[in-house]
């Protein structure tokens, strides 16, 4: 049973229901695999049509994180509230901000997303993107990982990531792909328009159809014996690449 149950999880058919529809910002709805009847098909029917992703697990999973009555449904809440791109991105031009947004594709460790957000923060990044599934959420854990950079910074979380990427590309991004393979060293880029920075998972990288929509791709110069850096380490160096590029063009940073 987890010791914060109460401030971070919502359990009962009828609660989750009346929570989603409430706009509850939900990480993840998780339910038992046979779950059935009239209420059940009301929550997931609800879920489907407010985003919230629906994980189907066994009882026992649920009988872990608590021993009240959960009915076979578990709603883990998101520490903030999440944005979608088509929102945000409006709201920087019209502010007038030369938008940096940072899109993680396939993330799932939560210290190396608390890593990221937190130099996200301090270099004046504008927002993070992450799908919604396969993906870490903004749990209470990443806030904490984060040093609290999550409490200020938005996340926009998007049920197709391909269609966020190609969002911010007809918006005037320049996608820019970390990618381990690439000739292109990170220093040559441009980073002085609009950029979108794509960090992908560790083992697998970018996703083929989000490589496809990059516009640049780039790698940071390796010269060790395992030629493979922390994701929340190559991300720092790059985001402060752009950083430093806009200060040398006589830009604040984000």
């Known amino acids: 049973m987890h010791n914060n149950d109460s401030e971070q999880y919502i359990f009962g058919l009828r609660a989750v229901i009346e929570a989603i529809e409430a706009g509850k910002s939900i990480d993840k709805l998780l339910v038992k695999k046979d779950i059935n009847g009239d209420l059940g098909r009301e929550l997931l029917a609800a879920a489907r049509d407010y985003g919230v992703p629906v994980q189907r697990v066994p009882v026992e999973k649920l009988n872990r994180i608590t021993r009240r009555n ?6 883990m809440l998101a520490a903030v509230d999440y944005y979608g791109v088509a929102d945000v991105v409006p709201q920087l031009y019209d502010d007038g901000i030369n938008p940096l947004v940072v ?10 997303f608390g890593a990221i957000a937190r130099t996200c923060e ?3 990044v504008s927002t993070i993107v992450i799908p919604e599934r396969n993906s870490v959420g903004v749990t209470a854990d990443a806030v904490k990982t984060s040093a609290g950079a999550l409490n200020y910074l938005p996340v926009c979380r998007e049920r197709n990531l391909v269609k966020a990427v190609k969002y911010l590309r007809d918006s005037g991004f320049k996608i820019v792909g970390a990618a381990g393979e690439s000739s292109v060293n ?8 609009p950029v979108a920075l794509v960090l992908g998972a560790e083992d697998t990288g970018i996703s083929p159809e989000i490589m496809k929509l990059c516009d640049t791709r780039v790698a940071i110069p390796e010269f060790g014996h395992i030629s493979s850096l922390n994701v929340s380490v190559a991300g720092g160096i ?3 690449e752009v950083v430093r590029q806009r200060i040398a063009d006589g830009q604040t940073a984000g």
Do not use: K, S
Not at 70 to 75: F, Y
Not at 186 to 193: E, L, N
């Open 70 to 75: 959960h009915q076979g449904a578990v709603a």
């Open 103 to 112: 899109v993680l594709d396939g993330i799932t460790d939560v210290r190396n």
């Open 122 to 124: 301090c270099a004046g």
């Open 186 to 193: 990170f220093t040559t880029a441009d980073y002085t328009g």
């Open 238 to 240: 790059m985001i402060y």
